[in-house]
């Protein structure tokens, strides 16, 4: 039996699988009930032991956003919630209290890993997972292993590509920065620059699909930009890691019939000869679950 465990900002998932992937039991739960008292990094143990219950755990995944570093089992820095787990071995000490071995990734990696072992990337040699959140998560699967670099952010900085010098300053220090202009946060910000109506909605994305989709002359303007960007942010990460298979998911795929077929033409277009038309580009088959699933069988870190 495994356990896999999604830790974000307002929401941590919980998953119990089969050796063989079968999930058999999920739950969805509020960060802020582990927060009202004592330790966030025990009670969040408390959380999954009971989520547990009488099961035999015989191995373990936690994925979390941020600077994991997967070969000492310990978060770097977060700009979040999970900040206060730095500093503390959170590997060991889920191993010790479910007496199971554990892996500690980013979640953008075991998002990539549950899409490659279970999901859309399946059957792929070499596979990145492209997510459009609030950010832009990015994660490699090269030769059948998770890509994790020399560092904690190795491969996973897809979404800090440049694709606009002269664009706006970046909290990562670059400029012109792909999450900016194709996050779901950046889609967002560009539909309510250009369309004041939209100003004081808090769900926009759906609502603008639906307008698009009544008067699509009248929105396309944006939507065409952000099909351009995406695409050269895609082309991008083909040419410098040459995967057969780009698997892309976040909440802005929920919308892909409006804009897929439009950008897997631009990619096609732009790239390279030797790749062009070559990569499949697909949508997340696991949705919201894949981060949980790919902690879960997260391969140990050599």
């Not at 089992?73 to 503390?88: C, P, T």
């Not at 910000?189 to 100003?199: G, L, Q, Y």
Request: charged share 25%.
């Amino acid at each position: 039996m495994r356990i896999g465990i999604d830790f974000g900002g307002t929401n941590y998932k919980l998953g119990l699988f089969s050796s063989e992937g079968e999930m058999l039991k999920f739950e969805e739960r509020k960060v802020l009930d582990l927060t009202l008292e004592g330790d966030l990094l025990l009670n969040l143990i408390d959380s999954v032991k009971e989520f547990c219950g009488e099961k035999k755990i015989t191995q373990g995944g936690f994925a979390t956003k941020g600077l994991v570093n997967s070969f000492t089992g310990m978060l770097e820095e977060d700009i979040g919630i999970a900040n206060l787990f730095s500093g503390r071995n959170i590997r060991d000490e889920f191993s010790k209290a479910l007496n199971a071995p554990f892996v500690v990734d980013n979640d953008a990696r075991a998002y990539a890993w549950g899409e490659w072992k279970f999901g859309a990337g399946s059957g792929s040699q070499s596979m990145v997972c492209m997510t459009l959140g609030t950010g832009l998560g990015c994660a490699l699967i090269l030769d059948g292993k998770p890509f994790r670099g020399s560092d904690p952010v190795g491969g996973l900085l897809g979404g800090h590509i440049s694709i606009d010098r002269n664009g706006p300053e970046c909290v990562c220090g670059n400029t012109g920065c792909l999450e900016f202009y194709c996050s779901a946060t950046g889609l967002i910000k560009a539909v309510k620059d250009e369309f004041t109506e939209f100003k004081k909605h808090d769900d926009v994305l759906p609502l603008y699909f639906e307008e698009y989709s009544r008067n699509k002359k009248k929105y396309e303007k944006v939507l065409k930009e952000f099909n351009n960007n995406l695409a050269i942010g895609i082309v991008n990460v083909i040419h410098a890691y040459g995967p057969d298979t780009i698997v892309i998911g976040g909440g802005v795929i929920k919308s892909a019939d409006y804009f897929l077929d439009d950008v897997i033409s631009l990619v096609n277009k732009k790239a390279w000869t030797v790749p062009r038309g070559k990569v499949k580009i697909k949508t997340s088959k696991l949705g919201n679950k894949a981060a949980v699933i790919g902690a879960a069988f997260l391969p140990k870190p050599k």
